[in-house]
């Protein structure tokens, strides 16, 4: 079955290390996005990919790195720089599907910084 | 800039009561699409319904409708004769046109209590 999988589902790092949360999609989708919840503030655009070898900031990018080297893999780093990492992250993939455009989101993971 | 608010931030109501749920949009783009997600405790979310912007007419599946009106900017979900398993958060969001990013609102949690 097509889909997004987003691994680990919870992750435990400690303060100042570098973590990479990984997305993958099978689903042949160009666009990708990662987004951020905290409590009571949706979800925040972090960085998005609208096609192989680009990506664009969202608008909470800071402390944050992507890459997009392959169609299916859209990789998030949490660096050191971001002061407050600890949230629910999603990623997505999205497509024109009779001409209208869809999203597929993964199941998130949890990062807690401790 | 593009924006959704979604003003009611908890709702709590007994099981079979209507609920609606509001969202409100700001878009200078005349070409657009709203979404509605429903986001139970495990965290994934769980798509509803999508409209585009040309399209006004009201949609109901099963217990839940969509009141879509361009005059006030408003995108309303009603849930008829609530569910237990309704309780969720139910997040609103619009596309931005030129570039396909999902821009969520803060999201509604809904608890129906038995």
């Known amino acids: 079955d097509g889909g997004i999988t987003q691994s680990p589902k919870y992750l435990f790092r400690k303060e100042g290390q570098n973590v990479t949360l990984s997305c993958e999609q099978n689903l042949n989708h160009d666009a990708m996005y990662w987004y951020r919840q905290d409590p009571g503030q949706g979800l925040r655009l972090i960085y998005y990919s609208q096609i192989v070898n680009d990506f664009q900031k969202g608008d909470i990018a800071e402390g944050y790195s992507v890459s997009r080297e392959k169609k299916e893999s859209f990789p998030l780093t949490v660096t050191s720089a971001q002061k407050n990492p600890t949230a629910f992250y999603l990623c997505?993939?999205?497509?024109?599907?009779?001409?209208?455009?869809?999203?597929?989101f993964g199941s998130g993971t949890r990062l807690t910084v401790v | 800039a593009q924006k959704v608010t979604q003003a009611q931030t908890e709702i709590s109501v007994v099981e079979k009561e209507d609920v609606t749920l509001d969202c409100v949009y700001e878009t200078r783009d005349t070409t657009y699409y709203l979404f509605w997600y429903k986001q139970p405790p495990s965290g994934e979310l769980v798509f509803l319904i999508r409209r585009n912007s040309f399209d006004e007419q009201n949609e109901i599946s099963g217990r839940y409708s969509w009141n879509f009106q361009k005059s006030t900017s408003s995108f309303n979900f009603t849930i008829t004769a609530s569910q237990v398993v309704d309780s969720a958060v139910y997040f609103c969001?619009?596309?931005?046109?030129?570039?396909?990013?999902?821009?969520f609102g803060t999201g509604t949690r809904l608890q129906v209590f038995p």
């Open positions: 969001a619009l596309t931005e046109y030129n570039t396909d990013k999902l821009i």
């Open positions: 997505a993939s999205g497509t024109y599907d009779e001409g209208t455009y869809g999203y597929t």
